[in-house]
């Protein structure tokens, strides 16, 4: 399966009715359209490095997600939203990795993306227990509905970032992200030490992006 994940800036100012019909036209290409899961929305204030609007996919396979991005209904009304926006894009795309799914039927909930670089010159020791971290939070931290840790395969866009490591947890609410999972001992005292420049553990680059949106329904659960 081929999962993209995009990111939108405005590089001029846009009224939000335009960024509302853009969502609701790539929600409705995502209905419409064969493909396992497409949904937008807009980057959550609580965002860092996300620009404006998120883009969400799951494809059966990289065909499959050629034929969307060409499809008629793309071309002659998403892509002309995102013009009309002055949008640009970033586009991550990546082989879904492992995915844990506790609540399958989850709506209505919180996408939080995390993407992140490692450079390749990292002991590979270091980089499995790092992932191993990862991959183990949602048996400590319970507002974690569901999570998956992928490995980038390619990125497309201005930004030119190098991102190695796709992390994406859903959430039913916000504030089970902002409270419980931000504070829990799980994150600070072992996960955020990768992170953390003052930690001989660090291994991440500190250049990241953040993001989180609202969801209309679970997309791991998909996957």
Not at 145 to 168: A, I, Q
Not at 176 to 196: A, E, I, K, N, R
């Amino acid at each position: 399966m081929i999962r993209v994940t995009a990111f939108v800036r405005f590089t001029r100012a846009a009224v939000r009715e335009t960024a509302d019909r853009l969502i609701g036209a790539v929600r409705r290409a995502g209905d419409e359209l064969d493909v396992l899961a497409v949904d937008a929305a807009r980057a959550l204030p609580n965002s860092y490095g996300a620009g404006d609007v998120m883009l969400l996919g799951a494809f059966r396979d990289r065909e499959a997600y050629e034929r969307a991005r060409r499809d008629p209904y793309v071309e002659k009304i998403v892509k002309p939203l995102l013009d009309e926006c002055g949008g640009e894009v970033d586009v991550v795309l990546y082989t879904q990795g492992a995915v844990t799914v506790q609540y399958p039927d989850l709506a209505g909930g919180v996408q939080r993306t995390l993407l992140v670089r490692i450079e390749p010159t990292v002991d590979r020791e270091l980089v499995r227990q790092f992932e191993a971290d990862l991959g183990a939070m949602t048996s400590y931290i319970d507002t974690i509905r569901n999570s998956s840790l992928s490995h980038v395969d390619e990125v497309h866009g201005p930004s030119g970032k190098e991102w190695t490591h796709v992390w994406e947890q859903e959430f039913a609410t916000l504030e089970g992200l902002t409270g419980p999972y931000m504070m829990h001992g799980y994150h600070w005292s072992l996960v955020d030490t990768w992170f953390d420049l003052q930690s001989p553990r660090q291994i991440v680059d500190p250049e990241l992006i953040h993001a989180a949106c609202e969801l209309r329904r679970s997309i791991l659960s998909r996957a």
